[in-house]
């Protein structure tokens, strides 16, 4: 049975293509490379060392997706040097390669996270390409959950920095709309706004005076309030005209609010003013 090679190249968290890259650590130049020609069919860029302080120097000198290490070395164990890489290179997936024997002292790191998978010797050269390429594949979903879970954060920043600015905008909208309330109690002519369902939305002191009666004339229909004889003035189209309450004969002024047509603005002034 043989594997097909896999693709050399993979996604790193930033989201650019890079070069799938495995160090082989072992004591043993035929193991290092009776491996390397193995693992050379499926196109990985392969990096070699003859022990664990060779190989946490090519660490420091490479960008690495997959580890091997044999456990017995000298001056440093399998174990204890995929310890270190974990410390220091967390997103690195490490794999320990050692006969059975060992695995007791191994299973205390794959316990505490240190070794992704335990391997043995002598390897099925099939299963061992295979585990290393679900290496790699655990390796490269794990970047691209980095890499979205980045993404995410900077959308979130950025929908955060909308809303604050909304935020900000609608504390001006709310501090300018009460600036113009007041100012509109204080203009000394009757002013009311009325909607396109003819429902009366502003109205000032002076309105409040002449046509409201002691109530409030917002959320009160003009029709209801209103004289018809006022209304009809304003009903049909935009400008100036007069309006007389039987006592008093006004001047009338209505304009359209805003470009949309929101409703109506209509300023009352004394004919004799």
Known sequence: MSLPAAANLSVNPAGTPKERTILLVDDEESILSSLKRLFRRDGYRILTAAGGELGLAALAQNAVDVVISDQRMPNMTGVEFLRQVKGLYPDTVRIVLSGYTELNSITEAINEGAIFKFLTK????????????????????????????????????????????????????????????????????????????????????????????????????????????????????????????????????????????????????????
């Not at 005209?241 to 009352?268: A, E, F, K, M, P």
């Open 122 to 273: 002598p390897w099925d050269d099939d299963q061992l390409r295979a585990n290393v390429q679900e290496a790699f594949l655990f390796k490269e979903l794990a970047d691209e959950n980095r890499r979205l879970a980045i993404e995410l954060g900077k959308a979130n920043a950025q929908l955060q920095r909308l809303l604050e600015e909304k935020k900000r905008q609608l504390q001006v909208d709310e501090i300018a709309l009460g600036v113009v309330q007041e100012i509109l109690q204080l203009v000394p002519l009757p002013v009311l706004g009325v909607d396109n369902e003819g429902m009366i939305v502003s109205a000032n002191q002076e309105a409040e005076g002449l046509f409201g009666n002691g109530g409030s004339l917002i959320g009160a229909f003009a029709e209801e309030v209103l004289p018809p004889s006022l209304l009809a003035t304003v009903r049909h189209s935009e400008g100036d005209g007069c309006w007389h309450d039987g006592v008093r004969q006004w001047h009338t002024r209505y304009r359209r609010i805003g470009n949309s047509s929101r409703g109506w603005l209509i300023i009352l002034r004394d004919g004799a003013g």
